[in-house]
């Protein structure tokens, strides 16, 4: 499996928002749910219309490890599923199906969702569906949001990790020692 990158623009993560929501309201979804969220692939990929339809939070059983997850929506996610529902006739169901309808979308076709909206914005770096995770680990990290907390998020056993996973440098931590100047 191929080492994947947060996005660390949010010039970018727009651009990419504003690509899939011209072309594909669902794949605009499976975005912002993903950025917003930390789920991984294969929790966002499960969830019913019936998990998010009407809901201020999201209540699911993680796939890999098995712990309960319980978490509010924001209002970016909760105004990407009003859109995303209202321009559907489905009322029950995957929340991302497949052409099919009977099934989701597959890990590797939602791969390729981001991958390609990335390309055309013309991010360079290794994206796949974890940089969702990813970004989202970053921005919250970025924004002031204590490295343990988001640990706890991301179900990570040391913050170590975390900062590792999110991609925060040993040269970004350095420049908190050469800028803070008290």
Known sequence: MEYVEPIRSKKQ?????????????????LFVLGIN?????SD?????????????????????????KDFPLSDTCKQAINEYLES??????????????????????????????????????????HTLRKTFGYWAYKSGVDVTKIQKLLNHSAPSVTLSYIGITKEELDNVYINLNL
């Open 13 to 29: 993560i727009a651009y990419i928002k504003r690509y899939l929501k011209c072309n594909n309201l669902r794949d605009y979804l």
């Open 88 to 129: 559907t006739d489905f009322t029950s169901g995957w929340l991302f199906r497949s052409k099919k309808g009977d099934r989701p979308i597959s890990r590797i076709q939602a791969y390729r969702i981001i991958n390609n909206a990335a390309r055309f914005i013309g991010i360079q770096e290794a994206i796949g569906t």
């Open 37 to 41: 969220s930390g789920l991984r692939i």
């Open 44 to 68: 966002l990929l499960l969830l019913t219309i019936d998990d998010v339809k009407d809901k201020d939070r999201i209540t699911l059983r993680e796939k890999k490890t098995g712990k309960m």
